[in-house]
């Protein structure tokens, strides 16, 4: 089984709908990450969090909205789905220091129409 | 100007060819990390650096903190080293890492 399991791995829908995308890790790690990838770009940070309790705003967070609800889930929410919204979304665990490499899941490829 | 450039962005090699894909930085890091990207979508870790040289089977990477720089080197390169390499810098006093655009790699039987 995958360390860092996001479900689910395709998803297709419509502008206005709301999505949740989830993550969930068997590594114990204390550190959460959401990112999207676009083409030609970088991977760029929508939120992370340190622990249950922490919740930050990352690089891209506007139309995005999160949910901590254990140490072993993170849940990515888009409210109102739109079309540049596209997107391959990772989610990553981090654990001890910040130098320490993250471990990723397999990402979520998102088209909304 | 992106804050973490690579170079190339794509790059064909032939079976066996020695490889170097770039990164280069524009501010004081705590460390770097390397990772590759399958043609699936999953991302690995490859390396993480704050100095010097880390070498693992045919994969090398080595960082000049004066110079702002890394590079990943692939010895003896294989189709099955195809994919997008990525860079990402851990600025310092920074909490999150900073991504590059990914170098693609394709190497030809």
Sequence with gaps: DADVTQTPRNRITKTGKRIMLECSQTKGHDRMYWYRQDPGLGLRLIYYSFDVKDINKGEISDGYSVSRQAQAKFSLSLESAIPNQTALYFCATGSGSLNQPQHFGDGTRLSIL | ?109
């Design chain 2, 1 to 109: 100007k992106n804050e973490v450039e690579q170079s190339p962005q794509n790059l064909t090699a032939q079976e066996g060819e020695f490889i170097t894909i770039n990164c280069s930085y524009s501010v004081g890091i705590s460390a770097l990390h390397w990772l590759q990207q399958h043609p699936g979508g999953g991302i690995v870790s490859l390396f993480m650096l704050s100095s010097g040289k880390k070498k693992h089977g045919r994969l090398i990477a080595t960082i000049n903190i004066q110079e702002k720089h890394s590079s990943l080197h692939i010895t003896a390169s294989h189709p099955r080293d195809s994919a997008v390499y990525i860079c990402a810098v851990l600025h310092n006093y920074g909490q999150n890492f900073v991504f590059g655009p990914g170098t693609r790699l394709s190497v030809l039987p």
